[in-house]
């Protein structure tokens, strides 16, 4: 052994060859990707909100990913079917019917004028008056309608074709019953109301402040109706999380739901995909690798799952702000980021470098595991990959 240690002393370090120096030298280079949903396999990914590509090189030695800029639709849906929150259940003389409020991008002033005609279309009367107040950001509904009443207490007959038993998150259909989340549950939760019934009765001492932009201004006072306890958000989870299949970084919690399991008995009332390495309440759940949906005889009724998350769950997130520009032609225009202005959260790291990479697999979706409807918009991003190049002496 003492004949090879005079050898490895003249060598490098990084060799256990002992006649022959290793003089590979490696340089820190930084290539630009710009990516066009548009470029996609149609056929593969009918849709921009998942979607993969082949890269025009392979990239070797990858030391770091790095979302530097990205161009998002600015007129996303706010409240559609998609997102499970434009439904609500009103109780009137004698019948239950359901208000579907049409797929949309709206603001509190749009939503009040729909709701009040759709409500009074379907109990069949005129005196049904919506009102959003833009001091106290809550929705005021008035009738002398005495026998009205608000159902927000089950989503069973909203028909939104959850498919618990497939719950995966790429499924064409819905997977995640919203209605099982704390926060941002529905129409009822985007308008401020708790999952409660809520019947119309006199509102008396009501010393909220109203302004309009006509003019009028005062105290509402008392009315015959029901005011939501809670000021709205229509937009609900502000932020879209970017997924690059193999190479997520960031860890992620999972929303708090009120119950495990749904009215049908059968399934999770919320259910999301998880990594292999997430955390879960030891001796409560059971996970089914790629199906992470949850059995009934895993939990008796009065279950919750207080805490949970996720390893490795996203590449990035994109911090959406509500600023679309609403003209004579409606919304419009596209949001752009950078990584300079826009503070995004968007750098992974791999320790060892990355051998390989031909390929990148993109998916946009929210906190709570539903895609992002783009209405197949075109989304475009540059992505930065700084890779090790070996510079061999010669």
Not at 249 to 258: A, G, H, N, R, V
Not at 295 to 318: E, T, V
Request: charge should be negative.
């Amino acid at each position: 052994m003492s004949n090879y240690s005079r050898f490895n002393s003249s060598c490098k370090s990084d060799t256990n060859h002992v006649l022959i120096q290793n003089n590979n030298e490696y340089i820190l280079e930084t290539k630009l990707l710009y990516v066009s949903s548009n470029d996609r396999d149609t056929s593969k990914w009918p849709k921009s909100n998942d979607f993969e590509i082949m890269c025009p090189q392979s990239y070797t030695n990858v030391q770091s990913l790095k979302l530097v800029d990205i161009q998002l639709p600015n007129n996303l849906y706010n409240i559609s079917n998609h997102l499970q929150n434009n439904k609500m259940r009103m109780v009137y003389d004698g019948a239950s019917p359901v208000i579907v409020v049409p797929d949309g991008l709206y603001t509190p002033n749009l939503l009040e004028r729909a709701l009040e005609y759709l409500l009074n279309t379907a109990a069949g009367t005129n005196t049904i008056t919506v009102e959003y107040n833009q001091v106290t950001n809550k929705f005021y509904f008035k009738s002398s309608l005495g026998s009205v009443k608000f159902d927000f207490t089950s989503n069973a007959d909203l028909s939104y074709n959850v498919a618990c038993p497939k719950n995966r998150i790429s499924s064409v259909t819905n997977d995640i019953n919203v209605y099982g989340q704390y926060a941002n549950w529905g129409l009822g939760a985007l308008m401020g109301f708790e999952k409660e019934v809520y019947s119309f009765e006199t509102v008396t001492n009501n010393n909220d402040f109203v302004w309009e932009s006509s003019g009028n201004t005062g105290f509402i006072g008392d009315f015959s109706g029901v005011v939501s306890p809670n000021m709205a958000n229509l937009f609900g989870d502000n932020n879209i999380l970017i997924e690059l299949e193999k190479y997520n970084s960031i860890d992620e919690l999972t929303p708090y739901i009120t119950s495990m399991l749904d009215n049908s008995g059968i399934c999770a009332s919320y259910t999301k995909e998880y990594s292999d390495n997430s955390v879960y309440l030891k001796g409560r759940i059971t996970q089914i690798k790629n199906s992470s949906y949850y059995r009934k005889d895993n939990f008796d009724r009065s279950a919750k799952m207080d805490y949970n998350g996720s390893i490795n769950n996203a590449f990035a997130k994109i911090p959406m702000a509500n600023n679309a520009t609403y003209g004579e032609h409606g919304y419009s225009g596209n949001r752009i980021m950078d990584s300079a202005g826009n503070n995004l959260s968007n750098q992974s790291e791999y320790h060892p470098p990355v051998d390989k990479i031909s390929k990148m697999r993109f998916r946009f979706r929210y906190h709570n595991g539903l895609l992002v409807d783009f209405q197949n918009m075109p989304i475009t991003f540059t992505i930065e990959i700084s890779h090790l190049r070996n510079d061999f002496k010669r």
